[in-house]
Structures are given as C-alpha cells and as structure tokens.
C-alpha cells in the first residue's frame, strides 16, 4: 500500500526530494503556513505518518483493494464481519471503500491527523476524511486500585507505548461479577443465565456510555463505582428507567391501544415527556451532522429524566378512566420503544430487568 500512494504523491507533485539545508536527501510533503513535513528519511526510513497516510487511501478507495476478505464472524445484529488477508477465499471480490471516513484517534494525534486530513483532500472532496479526536482515557485512583494497579490516590492516565493499559475484558468481568450480585437481589426469580445476560448487558452499556458522554475536549475519566449509579448522569440509571417501563407494561396486562385521544395526556409531566420523545430525529440528524455521539448520549438521559418526573407523579395503572389508562400506557411504550432505538445507536441494549 505504502509503494502504491507514495508513487503517486511523486507523480502528482504532493511530494519532493529535498535537495538541500537540513532536509537534504529526504521526501517531504509542503504544508501551508507550516514547515515542511518529512515523509522519508534520508536514509529511506518512513516516517510515523507516513504510516497513516496508506490506510486513509486504502479506506477511502484512492488505491485498488489488494486484499481479499474472510468471514470472521456474525455479529449480533446479524451482519457479518469480515477479516482482510492476502489468502484466496470463498468469498466473492467485494468493496469496502467509504465517500467518507471518520477516524477516531485520540488529540494527542491531532497535527499528524491534520497532515492527513489535508493530503487526503487531494484526492477526494474536502470532508471526505475526518479525524475525530478525544482526550486521553482514565482511570480513577479507585478503579485502579480494584483492578490492581497501585496509583499513591491519583487517576491513571492510559497509554499503550508506555505499556499502561487495563484490558477492556477485564473491567467488563469485574462490572459482571459485581451487576450480577446486585440483579440476583433484587430478582430472586431469575435464573443464572438471565442474571449473566443482564450483567453483560449493563457492564458493557456502562463502559460505552462512560465513554461517549463526555466532551470530545476533556478528559475521559470512568470510575466503577460512579458508573453503576441508580441516580444520575449514568447508564444504569438510564437502562433502569426502560426497566421500570417494561414492567408497567407487564402489570397492564394488555396491548395499548394507540387508536386514542391524546389530548389526555395533559399534565406538565406528560407533555414533558411528549416533547422529549418528539425531538427523537432532531438529536439524531444533530449527532450525524456534528459526528457526536455525545448528543445521543445527552437525549438519553434527558429521556430518561423526564421518564422519571413522569413514574413519580403520574398514576399510570390507577388512572381515572379505562381511557386514561390506555393513552398513559401508550405514552410508556412510547417512551420505550424510542429510548431502546437511542441507546442502540449508542450500542447499547435496554434490559428488560436490572
């Protein structure tokens, strides 16, 4: 791949051959207003980002594909997921190059990704590709120190060339073992199975959101304990609130029916509500245009609490009229089904029970 773009960076005047000063001997892409960036050491060494700029190309389709593709597996939406090799496979040839690619790499890689950004620029439109840059990730003194790293109480910043890193697989197995104990309390009629699913479930909604809520510009710092809250800005307090849907659901004992007069639904708690679930598309079209999962993230929540204000002042079951009952549990299933699609977009699973 690296032979392939730089030959054509040459042919198409991108790059040159520095014949003099400190550079001599080197290839080096001009940047504007900035000093010269060196592409290959005088001594025929490719640069760190030269190693990037191969794959930008391959993804965007600059270059012809030279891989095949494997099936590696089926995915739990049901899509399959491929693996590249040079091997000949079964599979037909296929093509996986993007109009637009986002590539998410943390700030401290910001000027390497703007060199980039700027080359790929000359071979497709502008914005074809993006670098979507976050801060550095962290751990607090507490969730190091219960995952065994000694910290003298301060946070851990991770970093793979340092060799300071948690495994993902390991967080996850500690929030499992902990989710697991606390639904096996409240849900003494679940079987081992059931409590495993919703432990999965909950620790990797936890460490997805606990990533995705904060400002792309500040520093990302996850906290076992902070994370798997009731109450608050936090993933189990919104899966908790779907749960507390699901089971005014289950008590109804019936279907709602939608064919109803909404106008019922004339407290400052369900209106609330109706408005939240209505800006549904806006929050969506707003984080695709923006690249930012954090507004799905923020609707979440906001749902989830204008859910809450609901749960605690509106008598769902117990209502006045048969009528009233019915368009309360519409608005709840309502509630339901769009808080399920928002936090599958963040890919996160709504758990029946917690």
């Keep these: 791949l690296w032979e392939k773009i730089f030959e054509r960076m040459k042919s198409e005047n991108l790059v040159h051959l520095e014949d003099q000063g400190d550079n001599v001997g080197c290839w080096v892409l001009p940047i504007e207003n900035e000093d010269d960036k060196i592409i290959v050491r005088s001594n025929g060494v490719t640069t760190y980002v030269a190693k990037d700029i191969p794959y930008a190309a391959w993804k965007l389709g600059v270059l012809n594909d030279p891989f095949n593709y494997a099936k590696y597996t089926t995915q739990s939406n049901g899509r399959i997921l491929y693996e590249t090799t040079l091997e000949k496979t079964q599979e037909p040839k296929q093509s996986f190059a993007a109009n637009k690619v986002i590539t998410v790499i943390d700030n401290r890689q910001t000027n390497l ?182 507004v799905i993230a923020k609707y979440c929540y906001d749902l989830a609490v204008a859910f809450s204000s609901f749960y605690e002042h509106v008598k769902v079951l117990k209502a006045e009229t048969p009528e009233l009952i019915n368009a309360r549990l519409c608005l709840v299933l309502s509630f339901k089904l769009t808080l399920e699609k928002a936090l599958d977009l963040l890919g996160i699973t709504a758990p029946q029970r917690m």
């Design 113 to 294: 990704q703007k060199i980039v950004t700027n080359l790929m620029s000359k071979f497709k439109p502008e914005s074809s590709y993006v670098h979507l840059g976050y801060e550095a990730v962290t751990l607090s003194s507490e969730t190091a120190k219960i995952l065994g790293n000694k910290t003298d109480g301060k946070s851990v910043q991770m970093s793979g060339r340092k060799g300071l890193y948690i495994n993902a697989d390991e967080i996850i197995e500690k929030l499992e073992k902990r989710i697991f104990l606390e639904s096996k309390e409240r849900n003494e009629d679940l079987d081992n199975a059931s409590l495993n699913e919703i432990a999965h479930n909950v620790a990797v909604g936890t460490i997805r959101y606990e990533l995705i809520k904060p400002d792309l510009g500040k520093i990302i710092t996850f906290d076992i304990n902070t994370s798997l809250k009731l109450d608050g800005d936090t993933c189990s307090y919104i899966q908790y609130s779907c749960v507390r849907a699901v089971r005014i659901l289950e008590k109804s004992g019936s279907e709602p029916n939608f064919d109803v007069q909404f106008d019922q639904l004339n407290t400052e708690y369900e209106t609330s509500l109706i408005k939240q679930i209505g800006l549904f598309e806006v929050f969506v079209n707003d984080a695709a245009k923006n690249h930012s999962p954090k």
